[in-house]
């Protein structure tokens, strides 16, 4: 993870745990990867996917996006709260390029955590 990435993320912890645990009266927000025209990938968060991904098509969303369109949405995770969902999204863009390849291919993903009643041979 690169340095700078760390230092952010430090600084979520603490937003983390100062935030109510329920997230009431907090509209859920999304990790997005978009695959650009050119091939590469765009990750950023929202709390209104289909409205972000029209801004990102129609041009208006983000430098980056506005000169390799079109793009398609190729992966969303629900993150809860904003505060979630920003540090999820330093910690993925922090990821290779084969890592995020990993994480968007339907199948490939691993549980967070086995299961607590199975064993590993």
């Known amino acids: 993870m690169k340095p700078k990435y760390r230092r952010m993320l430090r ?6 745990e100062a935030a109510a645990p329920d997230g009431a009266g907090e509209a859920p927000w999304f990790l997005y990867i978009l695959r650009c025209g050119d091939g590469s990938f765009y990750t950023g968060i929202t709390n209104d996917i289909e ?15 506005r000169t390799r ?3 398609d949405l190729v992966y969303r995770e629900a993150c809860g709260g904003r505060s979630l ?3 999820r999204e330093c910690a993925v863009k922090a990821l290779s390029r084969e890592r995020k390849e990993k994480l968007i291919t339907p199948g490939c993903r691993r549980p967070a955590r ?4 199975s064993r590993r041979t």
């Open 11 to 16: 600084g979520m912890k603490s937003v983390r």
């Open 51 to 65: 409205r972000r991904l029209k801004a990102h098509q129609d041009g208006k969303a983000s430098r980056y996006t």
């Open 69 to 71: 369109r079109p793009v």
């Open 85 to 87: 969902a920003l540090a």
């Open 114 to 117: 086995p299961h607590p009643g």
